[in-house]
């Protein structure tokens, strides 16, 4: 199975990527998480490094690295489902990342990436108010992303709503962690049972 994991800065999606590969492997499965910007390939340390960086033109090639970073994951996960390496996949970050462009961008890039992507067999948004997500970047101490500002999360986090209807599962984040795993782990069994 191919699982996605994503939402804004700051939302968790680390953390409930981790659950997930957890709980699978606890029932002898072969998992392989990718994480995005992937920081172990070229392309994924030059997205981080336009991440940090200010301006239209380091957002552009931010975007750019990253359709190029998700491109190679998936031929990495390919060529891993061909030679039978691994029972499951769970991608940080996927289609998602269109919500940090312009409203009417957004729009388009989704489109166009839901019909030119593979798509996950299990697409999970975690979900955080704008505010939420900047007290929990700001707890990390690491320097601030360009699109990391309370402004910016909470716009970046309704163009993301806007995606959600399509088959999406959504976990609320903005309790404890406790309540979200709750919730993943629903979404793992109702994944399991084969249900709608």
């Known amino acids: ?7 804004m800065d ?21 998992v392989l998480e990718i994480t995005h910007p992937n920081r172990d390939t070229d392309i994924g340390r030059k997205e981080a490094d336009y991440l ?9 090639m931010a975007t750019v690295m990253y ?14 489902k061909k030679n039978n390496e691994y029972d499951d996949f769970v991608f940080v970050r996927y289609i998602m990342a269109v919500s940090y462009l312009p ?15 593979p798509t996950p067999d299990v697409k999970i948004f975690v979900d955080v108010t704008g505010p939420t997500a900047m ?3 700001n707890s990390r101490g690491e320097q601030l992303e360009t699109f990391e500002t309370e402004e910016q999360l909470t716009a970046t986090r309704e163009k993301m709503l806007m995606f959600i209807p399509k088959g999406w599962y959504l976990v609320d984040n ?3 962690f406790e309540e979200s795993k709750t919730q993943i782990y629903g979404i793992l069994k109702e994944v399991n049972d084969g249900d709608p």
């Open 1 to 7: 199975m191919w699982y996605v994991v994503d939402g």
């Open 10 to 30: 700051g939302c968790g999606k680390s953390s409930a990527a981790s659950c997930i590969t957890a709980q699978l492997e606890s029932e002898g499965r072969r």
């Open 52 to 60: 940090l960086q200010e301006g239209k033109y380091a957002k552009i």
């Open 67 to 80: 359709i190029f970073d998700v491109i190679h994951s998936v031929r990495v996960m390919r060529k891993a």
């Open 103 to 117: 409203r009417p961008l957004a729009k388009l890039a989704y489109k166009f990436f839901e019909i030119a992507l």
């Open 135 to 137: 007290a929990r970047i």
């Open 174 to 176: 903005n309790g404890s």
